[in-house]
C-alpha cells in the first residue's frame, strides 16, 4: 500500500506562491492517478486536481494552480500561484491503487491512500 506524506505548506500572502509536495517513500506511483484535495475548517473535503493519463482540475484553481509529478523522485507536486484567501484550507494527497490511469476522478471516494495533510492559510 502506497504511504503518502505531504509537506509545503504555510502561510502565504494573497497573490503569492506556494509549491506543495506529496511523497510516497520507499515506493514507486509511476502508474498511480494521483490526487489533491482540500477542505477548510466547516466544509467538505474537495477536488482541487488530479493527474495520471490525464490532467484534471477544479474550477476554482484553473490556470492558478498546476499538478505535476517526478516519478525518479516519486514526489507530485502542486504548484500553487495568484493564491486568493478562499484557497485557505488543509490540502492531501491521495492514490488511486487501482483502475485506468487514464481515469482521473474527482470524487474523494475513488482514491484508496491518503497522506496526513498539510495546511495552506493564506492572508489577504
Known amino acids: 500500500q502506497v504511504q503518502l506524506v505531504e509537506s509545503g505548506g504555510g502561510l502565504v500572502q494573497a497573490g503569492g506562491s506556494l509549491r506543495l509536495s506529496c511523497a510516497a517513500p520507499g515506493r514507486t506511483f509511476s502508474r498511480n492517478v494521483m490526487g489533491w484535495f482540500r477542505q477548510a475548517p466547516g466544509k467538505e473535503r474537495e477536488f482541487v486536481a488530479a493527474s495520471g493519463g490525464i490532467i484534471k482540475y477544479a474550477d476554482s484553481v484553473k490556470g492558478r494552480f498546476t499538478i505535476s509529478r517526478d516519478n525518479t523522485k516519486n514526489t507530485v507536486y502542486l504548484q500553487m500561484n495568484s493564491v486568493k484567501p478562499e484557497d485557505t484550507a488543509a490540502y492531501y494527497c491521495?492514490?488511486?491503487?487501482?483502475?485506468?490511469?487514464?481515469?482521473?476522478?474527482?470524487?474523494?471516494?475513488?482514491?484508496?491512500?491518503w497522506g496526513q495533510g498539510t495546511q495552506v492559510t493564506v492572508s489577504s
Open positions: 491521495a492514490a488511486r491503487n487501482s483502475g485506468s490511469y487514464y481515469y482521473t476522478p474527482s470524487d474523494s471516494g475513488e482514491y484508496d491512500v
